[in-house]
Antibody, heavy 121, light 110 residues
């Protein structure tokens, strides 16, 4: 059974860098054809795909966030991570890590429980 | 503003059938199958439907999906009060090179 768990600070100040880690069990981040994915949901809002990384370290990013986002693999710990720079209050959201299937339709069957990140001065 | 368009809310009585629409364009729904997700407050989304009307293990056949052109539809039959949740559609957009989602539809079972 694939399980994912997010970890990282829950409170940031404007202009700081958000850093989250996703620990994966039941699968390997360094093999297979899956997309290791970050998605967020602001309070009262809808889902927003942030981006993903595959087993080789190749990344895809949401064009609206691309200038501020870095997603990377940490194979030695079977983890992948998210960095989002220069955060503002608009980045306040529940952040989910997930495993997407590695083909064009991109279904996402496995999700972490989500972690709330609040940006406030 | 979401790339995919869903109605904000739908409602129906227990035992009835409801459909939730998801409208897009050729670069997303017109080119790739939509996935449907169910989300209860405070929990992560759960995949309900993917590809051409496939269901993950454990999802009852009361849930179904279809596509026509650049629109997709989630159908739920034999509605139960436990189906009250938010439902999202999502797929890959070949022009944006990104996953796009609908804004979500709140289902109320009266």
């Amino acid at each position: 059974q694939v399980q994912l768990q997010e970890s990282g600070p829950g409170l940031l100040k404007p202009s700081e860098t958000l850093s989250l880690t996703c620990t994966v069990s039941g699968d390997s981040v360094s093999s297979g054809s899956n997309y290791w994915t970050w998605i967020r949901q602001p309070p009262g809002g809808g889902l927003e795909w942030i981006g993903c990384v595959d087993y080789s370290g190749s990344t895809k990013y949401n064009p609206s966030l691309k200038s501020r986002v870095t997603i990377s693999l940490e194979p030695s710990n079977n983890q992948f991570s998210l960095e989002l720079s220069s955060v503002t209050a608009a980045d306040t959201a529940v952040y989910y890590c997930a495993r997407g299937e590695g083909y064009s339709n991109y279904p996402i069957p496995y999700w972490g429980q989500g972690t709330l990140v609040t940006v406030s001065s | 503003q979401s790339v995919l368009t869903q109605p904000p809310s739908v409602s129906a009585a227990p035992g009835q059938k409801v459909t939730i629409s998801c409208s897009g364009s050729y670069s997303n729904i017109g080119s790739n199958y939509v996935s449907w997700y169910q989300r209860f407050p405070g929990t992560a989304p759960k995949l309900l439907i993917y590809d051409k009307n496939k269901r993950p293990s454990g999802i009852p056949d009361r849930f179904s999906g279809s596509r026509s052109g650049t629109s997709a539809t989630l159908g739920i039959t034999e509605l139960q009060t436990g189906d009250e949740a938010d439902y999202y559609c999502g797929t890959w957009d070949s022009s944006l090179n990104a996953v796009v989602f609908g804004g979500g539809t709140k289902l109320t079972v009266l």
